[in-house]
């Protein structure tokens, strides 16, 4: 089965630290930028990634909210992608999804996300006293 698994979700909290992993299962994550979003309780999954990394691995992208806090990286021999969280505030407490486009390019803006292709089942994270 094609698909890609998150992990390292948890309960926080806030200043501290927490990463993720999404690996592939039966999918291959090089040469395809990965992104990942979230989804905030009782809203919809936000239209932009908070970070994405290209195939490359050069010049990741970070969403303003996120910027100087999360560290995204790859690791193309472990077919897996990190997002290190630190500095985790309640606001980014959501289930965090990780997707892979079609291109090693990272895609931009809200229509970007359509090239988003395969899809995680997502994992909790929660920041909160």
């Known amino acids: 089965q094609l698909q890609l698994v998150e992990s390292g979700g948890g309960l926080v909290q806030p200043g501290g630290s927490l990463r993720l992993s999404c690996t592939g299962s039966g999918l291959t994550l090089e040469n395809h930028a990965i992104g990942w979003f979230r989804q905030p309780p009782g809203k919809k999954r936000e239209g932009e990634a908070v970070s994405c990394i290209p195939g490359s691995g050069a010049s990741p992208n970070y969403a303003d909210s996120v910027k100087g806090r999360f560290t995204i990286s790859r690791d193309n021999a472990q077919n897996t992608v990190y997002l290190q969280m630190n500095n985790l505030k309640p606001e980014d407490t959501a289930v965090y999804y990780c997707?892979?486009?079609?291109?090693?390019?990272?895609?931009?803006?809200?229509?970007?996300?359509?090239?988003?292709?395969?899809w995680g089942q997502g994992t909790q994270v929660t920041v909160s006293s």
């Open positions: 997707a892979r486009a079609v291109s090693s390019i990272c895609p931009l803006g809200p229509l970007g996300r359509a090239e988003y292709v395969h």
